[in-house]
Each structure stands twice: as C-alpha cells, then as structure tokens.
C-alpha cells in the first residue's frame, strides 16, 4: 500500500507516533523516527522496521525549534532522496486550571503541539511543491474539537491544529498534495495509564463504545490517510474516540 514511500513521523519513539512509525512500515514505507527524549526507544523503533526490511532512521530533534526542523528535513531529503508523507504527531501537555496555569506552560504545549505542527509543514512546503505530490496528516484530539477543562492550553494547541489543517489543504490541493488530521479520543498510551482509576472511570463514560482506543486504532488511520486510497480526502478531521464527539 505504500511501497516506494518514505514517511517522517515526529515524536515516533512511544505512545501513538511509535505505533504510526511501525505501521507504515508494515505497509511498506521507509520511515524517519523523530524523536525529542529517548534515543534508545526510538531506536528500538527502527530496529523494528529495519528487520522488516524497511530502511529506517531515528533523528533527535525538538519540532518546538524551528531551525532544528529545518536542518532535520534537509538532512533527511539528503539521505532518503524524497518523503512523501509527512506525519505531525509529537505532542505534550501541561494540564492545569487557567487559575494556576503559568504562561510558560500555556506556551510550550502551543510551541510544540501547534507551532512544531507548523515548523514541520513550512520546511516541507518546497520539497512537496516540487514533487507535486504529498500526504500530510496532522494530529489533533478530541479535546481539540470538544474542548475539556484543565487542558485549555492543549486544546487550544490542538483545534489550532484543525485550522492549520483546513487552511493548508486549501492552499497545496491544486498540487496534488492532500492535509488532513485525525483527532483520536481517550488512547492506551503511557499518558493515560497513569491516570487514576476514578479520571479513567469518568472518560469511560463519554465514550459510547464503552472502551478505550488502542495506539493502532490511530495508526491503521493514518496509514489510510497516507495512502491512494485517500487520494480524494483533503481537509478533514478523522475523530477517532469510540463516539465522544457525536
């Protein structure tokens, strides 16, 4: 499904964007790990997609840096010739009451989650006018669409993500390049296991599929989303979230 193509996934050594990484991998594409902590895990990663005969390369580089973006993506157009499919999955948060949220904390989930989102995508512009051709996908969250308390700093960071989305697939659709976001819902991930049980209970009951989201429910989403049989889809936001934002 996507032999030939070669992916960059940000923030792909854990969680979502490491089951992102394997994923298209799976499907065929050779795959830049980026990733901002843990060497080792992104690693892994790579050794993973390697032994599927995949090529693969783990890049530390924080997407909140624009600079380091930019040299992140000239080095990775030097190695693998071309990408094809850019993923912005690196996200973090800092979830507090705006009563106690610091500006600093306001402002580096938006560096990362909206303004590394938009690093990404100006660094990749030229090379995917160029080839006029091209599968962005974005990711967002249901507390993008939905908005959630204590999280106003994420969820502004991640419906920022929405607009950025709509108005880029507007401006690259003539070149044949698509942009598109999924917005996931409460995912098994490190992040959400250690919530206590009571928040886990709470979630639970928003959800009417009654369960949580698997780390692969997402990533067979974006493998969807990158591939031909998307090439009609532009412009899009993919909740997937078992039902919270009907």
Do not use: W
Not at 33 to 46: D, F, I, Q
Not at 81 to 96: C, P, Q, S
């Amino acid at each position: 499904m996507l032999s030939g193509k070669v992916a960059l996934v940000t923030g792909a050594g854990r969680g979502i964007g490491r089951e992102i990484a394997l994923t298209l991998a799976a499907y065929g594409a050779d795959v830049i790990v980026n990733y901002n902590g843990s060497k080792e895990k992104a690693e892994e990663v790579t050794a993973q997609i390697e032994a599927m005969g995949r090529k693969a390369k783990a890049v530390q580089c924080s997407v909140a840096d624009f600079e380091a973006c930019g040299q992140m993506i000239t080095d990775a157009l030097a190695e693998f010739g071309h990408i094809d499919i850019l993923v912005n999955n690196a996200g973090i948060t800092k979830d507090n009451l705006v009563m106690k949220m610091t500006e600093a904390d306001f402002d580096a989930v938006i560096d990362t989650n909206l303004k590394g989102t938009f690093h990404t995508i100006k660094h990749m512009y030229r090379s995917f006018l160029k080839q006029k051709a091209g599968r962005i996908i974005n990711l967002s969250s249901v507390s993008g669409v939905l908005g959630n308390a204590g999280q106003a700093n994420y969820a502004a960071s991640k419906a920022g993500v929405i607009g950025l989305t709509k108005s880029m697939a507007r401006e690259l659709a003539s070149r044949n390049i698509t942009v598109n976001a999924v917005a996931p819902g409460f995912i098994d991930t490190d992040m959400t296991q250690a919530m206590t049980d009571t928040a886990k209970e709470a979630t639970l009951a928003q959800i009417p599929l009654k369960r949580v989201g698997t780390p692969k429910d997402i990533a067979e989403t974006v493998a969807f989303l990158a591939s031909d049989k998307a090439a009609y889809i532009t412009g899009q936001v993919i909740s997937v979230d078992g039902g919270m934002a009907i």
